[in-house]
């Protein structure tokens, strides 16, 4: 098991898929110098705390598993990434903020098992998303049996603000508690 990476790790310029899951890192930053790195597997690691700064430098990334860490939160600039798959499953996040919108290449998305109360509507608007995995979550806004439809009726619930007829009110009171 491999408890840290070496800063040298950043020498390592082309790099495009790392797969490093099934560790004890708790910290990535050396990795966000490899500029030409495509995939990124660190799940099953004790990562808690994301760098809040270098994703930038990661243009070529497409892939993230962050899964089965301890993640709380993302940093703002996560979201300025070119990814089109994102695995947050298995970690502590409770909030979603409504910068996830801001991946709009995102296709996969798994947020599945964390504290999740609220999606954020905006959400809904992300037509590119083929994949949202959002059960294991404590969320109030769904009832159970939303959470377990396809991805399109996830994003269809949440693009649902206010009804505009009787026949979407009702659909709409089916939908949600």
């Given at each position: 098991m491999i408890p ?101 290449s995102l296709t ?57 007829k009787t026949n ?10």
């Amino acid at each position: 098991m491999i408890p840290s990476l070496p800063n040298e790790i950043a020498f390592c310029e082309k790099i495009t898929e790392l797969y490093l899951s099934d560790n004890i890192l708790k910290d990535i930053s050396p990795v966000l110098a490899l500029r030409s790195l495509k995939i990124l597997d660190v799940r099953i690691n004790q990562i808690s705390v994301l760098p809040p700064e270098g994703w930038n430098n990661l243009v070529n990334l497409q892939e993230v598993r962050l899964g089965r860490n301890a993640i709380t939160t993302l940093p703002l600039q996560f979201f300025s990434l070119p990814i089109f798959f994102l695995d947050l499953s298995a970690n502590k996040i409770e909030d979603l903020p409504v910068e996830v919108t801001s991946l709009t290449s995102l296709t996969s998305l798994d947020l599945s098992n964390n504290s999740i109360m609220i999606l954020p509507p905006q959400l809904g608007l992300m037509t590119q998303l083929r994949a949202l995995e959002i059960q294991g979550n404590i969320l109030k806004t769904f009832q159970p049996s939303v959470i377990q439809k396809s991805t399109l009726a996830l994003l269809k619930a949440l693009k649902i603000k206010k009804p505009k007829k009787t026949n979407e009110y009702e659909e709409r009171k089916q939908l949600f508690f």
